[in-house]
Every structure is written in C-alpha cells, then in structure tokens.
C-alpha cells in the first residue's frame, strides 16, 4: 500500500459520516470463540460491531480482498468468487474499500447472500466516501466489524492493522488482485501465519511482473483457479449450528 498516495486520497475525500444502529462492544473472544496463543498475538483487543452476528457462526468464512483501483477482469473475478462463495453457503468477508472490495461485497448481496466488512475507520464513518450508502446498508442487514473506537483519527495506517483483524476473522483469504504495496498482501501473510488458507488468482500467479506471488506460495499459499475452485471449497471449515446438532440421532 503506498501511504502517502492513500493519505492524500483520504484527506481529499474525507471520511463520510453514516448513520446506523448502536454498536455492541465486543472482545474477539466473545465475537469469534477462544482464541489460541498465535491468534492472540495481534488480535485487538476489543471490537465495535452492528448488525447481524450470527451470520459468523453457521458458514465458512471467506475474505475477498484486492486493489482499490483494480482492473476490469479482477472485479470480475471478485464478483464471480463471491457468487460462488454465497451458493455454496459461505459468508464473503472484505474491507469495504473500493475496487476488489466492493465488487465482492456487492456481488454478495446481489446473489441473496451475507456479507461481513471489517472497516479501517469508526464504525460512523466510511472511506470511501462513495461507499457509504453500501456501509449503511451492511450494517443494517449484515454485519460490519471496526477495531477503533468513536473518534479515533482515521489514518493509513489503520488499513493493514485492519487487514489482520480481517485474517483473524476469516477461515481463508482470497487475493483476486494486487501491486507489489497493496494492503491485501499483509492480510495474505497474516493469514499464513495464522495457519489460514491463503489463496491466490491464477491470474495474479502468472503476472511475472510480481515477486510477491512466489514468495507467498513458497510459505503455503495456494493457486486458485476454475480447476483448484472445488479443492478451494473442500478446504473451508464446516460450521453447524448447535440447535441442529441437537436434531441429529445416532
């Protein structure tokens, strides 16, 4: 992530205010369940979250992430993997920035299904300005997370302290796309050493102009391609909610 140019874009946009429904304090433990010693690490140590918890609890949880000025094929991409995300009953995490982010939460709820942003600013305002009514609406209907409290300064630096807290809430991170400073790649290494599943486009893997990539898949990521899609949703945990265990007989 280039900071200065994500300053100056911050500081000419300002972060917009956004109405929404009060807020409930939370630990990750109380929001996520116990927390081992490698989660613990650079877990925050509290959330602000509104709108719908449970949404966390009965799906696999799979963060979209990439460029703000991503290309025309990556949002593409974005949309069709969170289509695909939500048919096969999971929930599409992401950072409600522009670009790769919106295309993924926006195709979430487009094809009917939940959606969970974990935001780098107070849960009353938005950056992009431009996404605020999309920040309402999720918070309204899915599920919006923040690790900073009102009237804590939006600044740069809270995108990648984001982008761990993001990991941390996912099962498994997809990068659809990314330059060599893009914020999405420090989720990609949180989520390793976090023992998550780091996946990664075929297209950004063949893009020999990238360093990144290798390095990454060196550590344990995986290639995600049409051919990987059904090994990429075999690895995604199986979530069941109590009440329907109670239902099952032996």
Same mark, same amino acid.
């Given at each position: 992530?280039?900071?200065? +140019?994500?300053?100056?874009?911050?500081?000419?946009?300002?972060?917009?205010? *956004?109405?929404?429904?009060?807020?409930?304090?939370?630990?990750?433990?109380?929001?996520? !369940?116990?927390?081992?010693?490698? $989660?613990?690490?650079?877990?925050?140590?509290?959330?602000? *979250? *509104?709108? %719908?918890?449970?949404i966390l609890?009965?799906?696999?949880?799979?963060?979209?992430?990439?460029? %703000?000025? +991503?290309?025309?094929?990556?949002i593409q991409?974005?949309?069709?993997?969170?289509?695909?995300?939500?048919?096969?009953?999971? /929930?599409?995490? =992401?950072?409600?920035?522009?670009?790769?982010?919106?295309?993924?939460?926006t195709s979430?709820?487009?094809?009917? !299904?939940?959606?969970?942003? #974990?935001?780098?600013?107070?849960? =009353?305002?938005?950056? &992009?300005?431009?996404?605020? $009514?999309?920040?309402?609406?999720?918070?309204?209907?899915?599920?919006? #997370?923040?690790?900073?409290? $009102?009237?804590?300064?939006?600044? &740069?630096?809270?995108? &990648?302290?984001?982008? %761990?807290?993001?990991?941390?809430?996912?099962? +498994?991170? #997809?990068?659809? $796309?990314?330059?060599?400073? =893009?914020?999405?790649?420090?989720?990609?290494?949180?989520?390793? %050493?976090?023992?998550?599943?780091?996946?990664?486009?075929?297209? #950004?893997?063949?893009?020999?102009?990238?360093?990144?990539?290798?390095?990454?898949?060196?550590?344990?990521?995986? *290639? /995600?391609?049409?051919?990987?899609?059904? +090994?990429?949703?075999? =690895?995604?945990?199986?979530?069941? /909610? &109590?009440?329907?265990?109670? !239902?099952?007989?032996?």
């Open positions: 992530m280039n900071l200065n +140019a994500f300053a100056r874009d911050m500081d000419s946009e300002r972060c917009h205010n *956004v109405s929404m429904n009060v807020p409930v304090e939370m630990t990750p433990t109380e929001l996520l !369940g116990q927390l081992n010693e490698v $989660e613990q690490k650079y877990a925050p140590q509290m959330l602000f *979250v *509104v709108g %719908r918890r449970d609890n009965n799906r696999p949880r799979v963060s979209i992430v990439g460029s %703000r000025k +991503a290309s025309a094929e990556g991409r974005a949309r069709k993997l969170a289509k695909l995300v939500v048919q096969q009953g999971g /929930l599409v995490v =992401s950072g409600l920035a522009a670009g790769i982010d919106t295309a993924a939460h979430a709820i487009n094809s009917n !299904g939940f959606t969970a942003a #974990v935001i780098g600013t107070p849960l =009353s305002k938005s950056y &992009p300005r431009e996404n605020t $009514e999309l920040q309402a609406l999720i918070q309204r209907e899915h599920l919006c #997370v923040s690790q900073f409290p $009102e009237g804590y300064p939006t600044q &740069p630096k809270n995108f &990648p302290i984001r982008n %761990r807290t993001m990991a941390l809430i996912s099962d +498994a991170t #997809v990068i659809i $796309e990314a330059g060599e400073k =893009s914020g999405a790649i420090s989720q990609g290494w949180e989520a390793l %050493r976090l023992g998550r599943g780091l996946f990664i486009s075929k297209a #950004v893997v063949d893009n020999r102009s990238l360093t990144w990539p290798d390095e990454m898949l060196a550590h344990g990521a995986e *290639v /995600l391609s049409d051919k990987s899609l059904d +090994a990429f949703f075999s =690895s995604l945990p199986v979530r069941i /909610l &109590p009440f329907e265990l109670n !239902g099952i007989s032996f």
